[in-house]
């Protein structure tokens, strides 16, 4: 554990995930906050926690703009925060607009957790809380929205971890290493 600490201190201190959803944000985040002892938040439970609703139910009753307004405003609080020792897991469509980008660069180290469209689509091909994939073709749509927003992750990234096939030990294991390696 001093090992992972030591590798954590000579950062900023904050790590925010990012990609698409599925890819292992929230279970890489748990993990490495384990790992690391330090706070561990996921945008979209903030989210859910401060409106008293599910992300579905703020899409359906308040329109996917409504809900993006909501992210930018709780990344600004996390871009101006100075808390230190923090594992952030942002919402998969959160780098989509162009005026997070520079505010999720502030907040902290930016790692892409990057996955296939055949890796995300099995993890979450049984999920009725995904919004954007209550679809006829959930496959197409994963397949049309991962390259949509690659471009997005990538410009945000300070580090990309390819995550197919992969445990969650492991991931979290190559973020510390390649942490420590910047």
């Known amino acids: 554990m001093s090992e992972y600490k030591n590798k954590f201190l ?12 599925g890819s292992g944000k929230s279970s890489v985040g748990r993990k490495l906050s384990f790992l690391l002892k330090c706070e561990f938040n ?7 926690n401060k ?44 780098p989509v607009r162009e005026e997070n980008r520079p ?3 502030k907040i902290g180290t930016v790692v892409y957790l990057r996955a296939t469209p055949e890796t995300v689509y099995e993890r ?11 679809c006829e073709d959930p496959f197409g749509r994963i397949k049309e929205m ?25 991931i979290a294991d190559e973020i510390i290493k390649r942490m420590g390696d910047k």
């Open 10 to 21: 000579n950062t900023d201190g904050r790590i925010v995930l990012e990609g698409y959803m």
């Open 51 to 94: 409106e008293g609703r599910k992300i579905s139910e703020i899409f359906e009753e308040n329109g996917e703009a409504y809900f993006r307004n909501l992210e930018t405003e709780l990344l600004k609080k996390y871009g101006d925060s100075e808390s230190k020792n923090l594992i952030l897991s942002l919402g998969g469509g959160t």
């Open 42 to 48: 996921d945008t979209d439970n903030v989210i859910e």
């Open 103 to 105: 505010i999720i660069k």
């Open 124 to 134: 979450v091909k049984r999920s009725k809380t995904r919004p954007l994939l209550q």
């Open 146 to 170: 991962i390259a949509e927003r690659d471009g997005a992750y990538t410009e945000c990234a300070d580090i990309i971890v390819d995550v197919d096939n992969k445990s969650i030990s492991e």
